[in-house]
């Protein structure tokens, strides 16, 4: 079976990769722009296809999907001070693979949404996935959507494994407000055996949030990754307000910051995600928070990469 992953050299491509190896997969092609990140890649799976392109942009690498049984649609700008990243990467990009499924009679799509689709937020990450769900359920391709809620593991450029490393670094540690802002958390390893299981089944027409199981405040969170990677850091709480000031600040200086002020807005508005038996419907075992954090910060040999934003 050839599997075609756009978008696949960031955090769940990369892990999904070796998991499907692990299964047996082995006609796997990644088609992907960010360079460093696909050098990694190569680096670590010599033996799969790996195109470098802009898939917000037509080119040659549409020619990659002729004879693919499924394609695992994975790109997303996922934080940026520029709006039009997001609707180059999170919907034009879309639009293309979606004529190249069409133009090579690709019959199935796992298409990876996000649980902020079912948010108020109206940040351009929300927005533009929003659409996005749109254009794929408007395709008439035969299609599953999974909505996951914020993952973690290894390769994690953003979100905790940035946590860690800027924990590793700095002898102060921010919090915003009292840090009980209630997240849940999903590890990338039971998120890829989720995609697996709707390979190997092939579910069409269904649209499902994937939430990590266990609900956690961020100060808690921060709490157990600072103990499970011995670090020093000392926690300060910082007022809200004071706290999105330094992030508009550091904004000024850097294009591409890892954590914007419409991303603190999001973590203190608290959202709730509907949980599902998605360990009984995709049979797949959930991994308990601090087992998945050792996996992903000690235990992985994977642990030590680290992804460019």
């Known amino acids: 079976m050839k599997i075609i992953l756009p978008g696949g050299a960031g955090l769940v491509g990369q892990n999904l990769i070796i998991q499907l190896k692990h299964n047996g997969y082995k006609d796997i092609t990644v088609i992907d722009k960010h360079q460093s990140n696909v050098d990694i890649l190569k680096g670590l799976h010599p033996d799969i296809n790996i195109i470098t392109a802009d898939l917000g942009e037509n080119g040659k690498w549409n020619e990659a999907f002729k004879g693919a049984e499924v394609v695992i649609m994975l790109q997303a700008q996922i934080g940026s001070n520029q709006s039009d990243l997001f609707y180059q990467n999170n919907i034009?990009?879309?639009?293309?693979?979606?004529?190249?499924?069409?133009?090579?009679?690709?019959?199935?799509?796992?298409?990876?949404?996000?649980?902020?689709?079912?948010?108020?937020?109206?940040?351009?990450?929300?927005?533009?996935?929003?659409?996005?769900?749109?254009?794929?359920?408007?395709?008439?391709?035969?299609?599953?959507?999974?909505?996951?809620?914020?993952?973690?593991?290894?390769?994690?450029?953003?979100?905790?494994?940035?946590?860690?490393?800027?924990?590793?670094?700095t002898p102060v540690f921010p919090i915003p407000g009292n840090g009980k802002f209630m997240r849940q958390p999903l590890f990338v390893n039971d998120f890829c055996n989720i995609i697996i299981s709707c390979i190997n089944k092939k579910i069409v027409d269904k649209t499902y949030n994937i939430t990590g199981l266990q609900k956690i405040d961020y100060i808690d969170i921060i709490l157990n990754i600072k103990s499970m990677i011995n670090s020093k850091t000392v926690l300060i709480k910082i007022p809200y307000k004071l706290f999105y000031v330094l992030l508009w600040f550091w904004a000024l200086f850097d294009n591409n910051p890892p954590f914007t002020t419409k991303q603190l807005a999001s973590l203190v508005k608290n959202d709730e995600f509907e949980i599902i038996d998605w360990q009984n419907i995709f049979k797949v075992s959930s991994t308990p928070f601090i087992d998945a954090i050792e996996e992903t910060f000690i235990d992985s040999k994977y642990s030590k990469i680290t992804l460019d934003f």
């Not at 690709?106 to 902020?116: A, E, K, R, T």
């Not at 937020?121 to 035969?142: A, F, H, P, R, W």
């Open 92 to 169: 034009e990009s879309t639009h293309n693979v979606l004529n190249s499924m069409k133009s090579y009679s690709v019959p199935y799509l796992v298409h990876i949404s996000s649980s902020v689709v079912e948010t108020m937020s109206e940040d351009d990450y929300t927005k533009t996935k929003k659409i996005q769900e749109e254009i794929v359920l408007k395709s008439g391709i035969d299609s599953v959507i999974l909505r996951p809620s914020l993952m973690f593991g290894s390769f994690d450029r953003k979100h905790l494994g940035w946590l860690a490393r800027f924990m590793k670094k």
